[in-house]
């Protein structure tokens, strides 16, 4: 597979929800760098966000089962332009949404020891016409990207009955 990276041409935003008084902040790598996910490895710090706000929400109640912690704010990210990025191709890799997250994982795991972009674009495997954007703490571009508006999360009791 040839990666294709290339440079944001205008501003990108992304959002992330968590806890701000969890064990780590809501914008940092450590718990990823932790605990393997579909797109990365232990050991490498990478922040997941969404392209959209609703997607984030899902991505949080799929991760949680439909019961959520307490405390959930959301953070919008600035991605400025400039910064570098990769889109994922599932046409590379069509086995990218399999449970066991070995072709993604693969993938995301090249992806961030290349350090071949700051960022990464891949589709939400809960809301598969969405995008999740994953971030590389350690790629020279993150210095850049900025996480303001710690908000709480409002949830419509509806999704829980």
Known sequence: MTANPRTL???KTSF????PDGQYSIYSGEGARRVAGRWHTLGQPVIYTSEHYSTAMLEKLVHYNGILPDNQHYLEITIPAG???EVF???HVPD????NC???REFGKD????GRSCILIVPSVVARLDNNILINTTHSDFAGIEAVLETPIWWDDRLFS
């Open 102 to 104: 070995a072709a993604s």
């Open 96 to 99: 990218w949404h399999i449970e």
């Open 9 to 11: 041409s205008k501003q």
């Open 89 to 91: 191709s599932n046409t």
């Open 111 to 114: 992806w961030f020891t290349s």
């Open 16 to 19: 992330r929800i968590g806890d």
């Open 83 to 85: 910064t570098t990025y």
